[in-house]
């Protein structure tokens, strides 16, 4: 089973910009969706954003769409999720996943990776 490796989290202040990145360990099916979740301490895993490995198809959450980019490098078998304007709001561990269809349930079957904190604090 594919493994999924994120990096980039980290420490911003509010206002600012950070980009997370997510590799699956092989080349995954051209018909793989990828995308990102977050879980907010005490809140339930939301769903961020998804996309292909075309890039022909993406989706936000609406409360995040014109602040955070998702992208697909597929030479370097790399999706990214460009967040600016970070909110104190946006604070989580941010999860990276891969799927078979363009679902944003969180219950649905995944691989999951191990997830990147993203701390947003002045």
């Known amino acids: 089973q594919v493994q999924l490796a994120e990096s980039g989290g980290g420490l911003v202040q509010p206002g600012g910009s950070l980009r997370l990145a997510c590799a699956p360990s092989r080349r995954t099916l051209s018909t793989t969706v990828m995308a990102w979740f977050r879980q907010a301490p005490g809140k339930e895993r939301e769903f961020v954003a998804y996309i292909n490995w075309t890039g022909r198809n993406v989706a936000y959450a609406h409360s995040l769409e014109g602040r955070f980019t998702i992208y697909a490098d597929s030479a370097k078998n790399t999706v990214y999720l460009q967040m600016n304007t970070l909110k104190a709001e946006g604070a989580a561990v941010y999860y990276c996943?891969?799927?078979?269809?363009?679902?944003?349930?969180?219950?649905?079957?995944?691989?999951w990776g191990q997830g990147t904190q993203v701390t947003v604090s002045s």
């Open positions: 996943a891969a799927t078979e269809d363009y679902s944003r349930d969180v219950n649905r079957d995944r691989t």
